[in-house]
Nanobody
Framework: QVQLVESGGGLVQPGGSLRLSCVAS????????IGWFRQAPGKEHEGVSC????????YYADSVKGRFTISRDIAKNTVYLQMNYLKPEDTTVYYC????????????????WGEGTLVTVSS
């Protein structure tokens, strides 16, 4: 079965950190680009970060660059999103996705979605 399962969301104070995990099943991380998207209530999906399949090149939205870091462990078939210096505006549901071909951070390039994990940044 091909699927993505996210975990690691929760409540954190502004300026704090969380690490999200995405475990892929049914395929290898060196076969597909993996990204993180988020969608706040009433807003469109935003591509947060992506890591390419072939060489692990990373991409970030301007809103998170310098604060978030995407990485992968091929042996564990897991992608991580380390989120530091979190802000209240980072609050939303985060989804792990596959991107078709190369990373684009575009919702139109998404193949498979996970069910999401909720991140809440609040005092």
């Amino acid at each position: 079965q091909v699927q993505l399962v996210e975990s690691g969301g929760g409540l954190v104070q502004p300026g704090g950190s969380l690490r999200l995990s995405c475990v892929a099943s049914g395929f290898s991380l060196d076969w597909n680009a993996i990204g993180w998207f988020r969608q706040a209530p009433g807003k469109e999906h935003e591509g947060v970060s992506c890591i390419s399949a072939n060489d692990g090149t990373t991409y970030y939205a301007d809103s998170v660059k310098g604060r978030f870091t995407i990485s992968r462990d091929i042996a564990k078939n897991t992608v991580y999103l380390q989120m530091n210096y979190l802000k209240p505006e980072d609050t939303t549901v985060y989804y792990c996705v596959t991107e078709q071909g190369s990373c684009s951070l575009s919702v139109y390039n998404i193949g498979l979605w996970g069910e999401g994990t909720l991140v809440t940044v609040s005092s």
